[in-house]
């Protein structure tokens, strides 16, 4: 049982280059969304999807953009890379009932390092 | 808006001590509360949670009893191993229906 599949598990980028970090999982959850975790600010959410083909910004947006075309993906776009954009990032999936009756699965998340 | 606060770390201990890592929220309406647990190089997971005033969630020798009056959900278990050591972080759900995190407490036991 796979659960929430990200990758890369690590990147390192240059400052002004582009990336897509994956999402998938495979227990047709409805929600999906990306965290980024840095230190002493525990977890904020960048963006999330309550649906195929709905999108929606959440505390930290600017800098990511994010697409749904299927269930199962739920990728993160880095348009131009920033050092302020080092970070572990986490994608999250639940099913429709909400965080009440279903809670978050995590996977395993991606370091990512600007320079 | 909506926020969680939860005590910083590290938190030390050896084995077998009792744990306690306090968590105060502030939320409009009745959100629900959750801890995850966080452990190396994975993601999170659920803990344990509770849903309304003075429930009492359970998981793996942990408890948090949901404190409407005080606002507090404060996780606490009687005998920690060292298998325990992780990052814990308090959480609700509002009347967004979307996670809010505490910043995490780092519990480190020694054996």
């Known amino acids: 049982n796979a659960g929430v599949t990200q990758t890369p598990k690590f990147q390192v980028l240059k400052t002004g280059q582009s990336m897509t970090l994956q999402c998938a999982q495979d227990?047709?959850?409805?929600?999906m969304s990306w965290y980024r975790q840095d230190p002493g600010m525990g977890l904020r959410l960048i963006h999330y999807?309550?649906?195929?083909?709905?999108?929606d910004q959440g505390e930290v947006p600017n800098g990511y953009n994010v697409s749904r075309s299927t269930t199962e993906d739920f990728p993160l776009r880095l348009l131009s890379a920033a050092p302020s954009q080092t970070s572990v990032y986490f994608c999250?999936?639940?099913?429709?009932?909400?965080?009440?009756?279903?809670?978050?699965?995590f996977g395993n998340g991606t370091r990512l390092t600007v320079t | 808006g909506d926020s969680v606060t939860q005590m910083e770390g590290p938190v030390t201990l050896s084995e077998e001590a009792f744990l306690t890592i306090n968590c105060t929220y502030t939320?409009?309406?009745?959100?629900?509360l959750f801890w995850y647990v966080q452990y190396p190089g994975e993601g999170l997971q659920l803990l344990l949670k509770?849903?309304?005033?003075?429930d009492k969630g359970s998981n793996k020798g942990f408890e948090a009893t949901y404190r409407k009056e005080t606002t507090s959900f404060h996780l606490e278990k009687g005998s920690v191993q060292v298998s325990d050591s992780a990052v814990y972080f308090c959480?609700?759900?509002?009347?967004?229906?979307?996670?809010?995190f505490g910043t995490g407490t780092l519990l480190a036991v020694q054996p």
């Open positions: 999807s309550v649906g195929a083909g709905i999108t």
């Open positions: 999250a999936s639940s099913a429709p009932s909400g965080q009440n009756n279903s809670p978050l699965h």
């Open positions: 939320a409009t309406g009745y959100p629900s």
């Open positions: 509770a849903t309304k005033a003075d």
């Open positions: 227990m047709n959850h409805e929600y």
């Open positions: 959480a609700l759900s509002g009347a967004t229906n979307k996670l809010i």
